[in-house]
């Protein structure tokens, strides 16, 4: 496994690799994050077409947004999801003018519609 240090990104250069954000997950993220000073663990993200892009953690990236935050604590992911994967939800979100986490807003759904919505989607292109 290969093990990398943390790095602080702009806000702006982290791109989503989802088109919704998951209601539920928002409710329990809003709950423990103090708005005032917002920390978490970092972040995962990968290189896709040259820009920073985020392969979890969403909901607090969103919730970062939110409470104002100018940058990211982010890490190089180290999953084994394939890359092929990963650059067709970034095409999604780019068909979806998906470009930034700010632009997540409005998309904020039930947990049954992110399932159906979302997490059915990603199914879908798994072999």
Not at 4 to 27: H, M
Request: aromatic share 8%.
């Amino acid at each position: 496994m290969l093990v990398t240090e943390p790095f602080a990104l702009p806000l702006s250069d982290v791109r989503p690799s989802q088109l919704y954000i998951n209601g539920l997950k928002l409710s329990l993220v809003t709950q423990w994050l103090d708005f005032d000073a917002p920390e978490f663990d970092p972040l995962p993200v990968r290189k896709i077409h040259g820009e920073w892009t985020l392969a979890d953690g969403h909901t607090r990236a969103f919730v970062a947004h939110l409470s104002g935050a100018d940058e990211l604590r982010v890490v190089r992911d180290t999953d084994d999801v394939s890359m092929a994967m990963y650059e067709q939800c970034v095409s999604w979100c780019e068909d979806e003018g998906i470009t930034e986490i700010g632009d997540l807003t409005g998309r904020v759904v039930t947990n049954a519609t992110f399932e159906t919505r979302w997490i059915d989607r990603c199914r879908s292109l798994e072999p």
